[in-house]
Structures are given as C-alpha cells and as structure tokens.
C-alpha cells in the first residue's frame, strides 16, 4: 500500500503559479502511476494531470494543457503539480492518487489509494 499526503495548494491571484506536491510513502512510489484530480464545489471530481510508472508519459485535460505540468521525483517519492497562469475556474480541492499499474489515465476508477486533498483558490 501507499499513503499520499498532498500539500502546497493555497489562495492566488489569477495569472499566479502554485506547485503542488504529492508525498509518497509505504510501498515504493515508483511502482505507482500518478494521477491529479480537481474537485470543485457542487460539481464531481474531474481529471487534470497523469503520467505513468517511469514518468515518460503524461496527459493532461484540455482546460490546463499548456499551464499544468505534471512530473515526479522517485528518489524523494513525491509527485508534483506546477500549475503556472491560473484562473479563477481552477479553484477546487486537488487531490493526488495512485495507480498500482503503469498508467492510470483518467479513469477515477483505476485509482487505488488517494490522499486526502489540498485546497486551490485562485482570485479574479
């Protein structure tokens, strides 16, 4: 198994950066694909960012192609978010999880652990 513990959201202005890091522990990070998720109020949890087992391979959703950049650090066993010229329909919970194959994508479902979430605002 693998616990994920995500930090670094917080309140920005629009146009503004955020990192946002996924820390890994239990079970070799690296065994893991990684996955990125948004949840804003009212509305269901949606994909943002994923890459694979060996990091060589990364999709994102329309909406942060070109602004989000996601990336991962097995030596540190964490994963991380860049998320550069944000928009006040970026603001939602994040949430990092963990797929015990070599791609999850961005299929909730494939999902096996999940951290608890880290809050974004981004103000207008």
């Known amino acids: 198994q693998v616990q994920l513990v995500e930090s670094g959201g917080g309140l920005v202005q629009a146009g503004g950066s955020l990192r946002l890091s996924c820390a890994a522990s239990?079970?070799?990070?690296?065994?893991?694909?990684m996955g990125w998720f948004r949840q804003a109020p009212g509305k269901e949890r949606e994909f943002v960012a994923a890459?694979?087992?060996?990091?060589?391979?990364?999709d994102y959703a329309g909406s942060v192609k070109g602004r989000f950049t996601v990336s991962r650090d097995s030596a540190k066993n964490t994963g991380y978010l860049q998320m550069n010229s944000l928009k006040p329909e970026d603001t939602a919970v994040y949430y990092c999880?963990?797929?015990?194959?070599?791609?999850?994508?961005?299929?909730?479902?494939?999902?096996?652990?999940w951290g608890q979430g880290t809050q974004v605002t981004v103000s207008s």
């Open positions: 999880a963990a797929d015990g194959g070599f791609w999850g994508g961005s299929n909730l479902a494939k999902y096996d652990y």
């Open positions: 239990g079970r070799s990070f690296s065994t893991y694909a």
């Open positions: 890459t694979s087992r060996n990091g060589e391979i990364t």
